[in-house]
């Protein structure tokens, strides 16, 4: 079973705030992700790490800022946030290369809504 | 560069019937194939993977068998449940680039009625 959280799971918030979206795993995985998800269920990767202190953008240009500090912790902020960040925000991490051919393991998901 | 082509849904069955969700794939090199399968209000789940060619993946009555030849990772199950309603994204890890990423196809939401 896997080990990765996020919180919260639903936020629904104004236009211009500052939000912040955890995301935090048990298994020691470097590898961690950041995927939208929009209505049409289609997954973008926006951001990634290869561990502490890395982080670059995925195939999908977001306003969106990551940090990884930790290994366990990978969170996801918006400075300002617009109706068009509503959006389904969900966390994954993976092990190393080679192994289990980077089987990726998800969070539940956060559910954003800008008003 | 990588990608992976969907069956187009909605797709709805009743129980107890056959499916099948078609997937097929451009990829450099030879990578690993997965099923995901992702249920209301939850994140995805890994519901099997093959990582070569010929390989069968199963789970929970669920199979696909990678063929190379073919490029398709097709997706089966011989008798459907309700609890089987869920949205199904086929994916890929290229080995070219490190199995860094993950490509996903656009999802298929199935649908199950009684």
């Known amino acids: 079973e896997a080990d990765i959280y996020q919180t919260p799971r639903y936020l629904v918030i104004g236009t211009g705030k500052k939000i912040t979206l955890e995301c935090s795993q048990t298994m020691g995985h470097d590898k961690m992700y950041w995927y939208q998800q929009d209505p049409g269920m289609e997954l973008h990767l926006i951001h990634y790490s290869y561990g502490v202190n890395s982080t670059e953008k995925g195939d999908l240009s977001s306003e969106s800022t990551v940090s990884r500090i930790r290994t366990e912790h990978f969170p996801l902020t918006l400075e300002s946030a617009r109706p068009s960040h509503t959006s389904q925000y969900l966390c994954a991490s993976s092990e190393p290369s080679g192994r289990a051919g980077n089987e990726q393991f998800f969070g539940p998901g956060t559910r954003l809504t800008v008003l | 560069g990588d990608s992976v082509t969907q069956m187009e849904g909605p797709v709805t069955l009743s129980e107890e019937a056959c499916l099948t969700i078609n997937c097929t794939y451009t990829a450099t090199g030879y990578p690993s194939l997965f099923w995901y399968v992702q249920y209301p209000g939850e994140g995805l789940q890994l519901l099997l993977k093959?990582?070569?060619?010929?390989d069968k993946g199963s789970n929970k009555g669920f199979e696909a068998t990678y063929r190379k030849e073919t490029t398709s990772f097709h997706l089966e199950k011989g008798s459907v449940q309700v609890s089987d309603s869920a949205v199904y994204f086929c994916?890929?890890?290229?080995?070219?680039?490190?199995?860094?990423?993950?490509?996903f196809g656009t999802g298929t939401r199935l649908t199950i009625i009684p």
């Open positions: 093959a990582t070569k060619a010929d």
């Open positions: 994916a890929l890890s290229d080995p070219n680039f490190g199995n860094e990423k993950l490509t």
